[in-house]
């Protein structure tokens, strides 16, 4: 999939990163977790979403920050994680769900 946010070229992402990119806007913030050197986001349904996080981060359009967990969040699902953070859109994130929102998904 592809879509193009205003100067910042053509991004490419899976249907699956495309899904966790909306969700972070809904949602100031997701729980992660380090596993084994890889960030992970367990979705509300079990689903750990690896590659798709990674494909966000290395765009730029999330942030990590491994300074400050979730407070109240319940991180169960994350015992055992070496380590414990947040993601969020960045600026460009936004821009980039902004432009969806007027141009759609190209297939």
Partial sequence: MAESCR???DIYLTKPA???LT???SFAFLPVGE???KAVHISDSGE???NSLK???LNGLVSLDWTRPLEGCDYSAYSGFDRLGSIAL???GQDALDTL???GVEE
Wanted: aromatic share 0%.
């Fill in 101 to 103: 929102d007027v141009l």
């Fill in 23 to 25: 969700l972070l806007g």
């Fill in 48 to 50: 750990e979403h690896i």
């Fill in 35 to 37: 596993r084994d050197g």
């Fill in 90 to 92: 960045t600026a460009r």
């Fill in 7 to 9: 100067g910042c070229g």
């Fill in 18 to 20: 495309l899904e966790l």
């Fill in 55 to 57: 494909a966000l981060i």
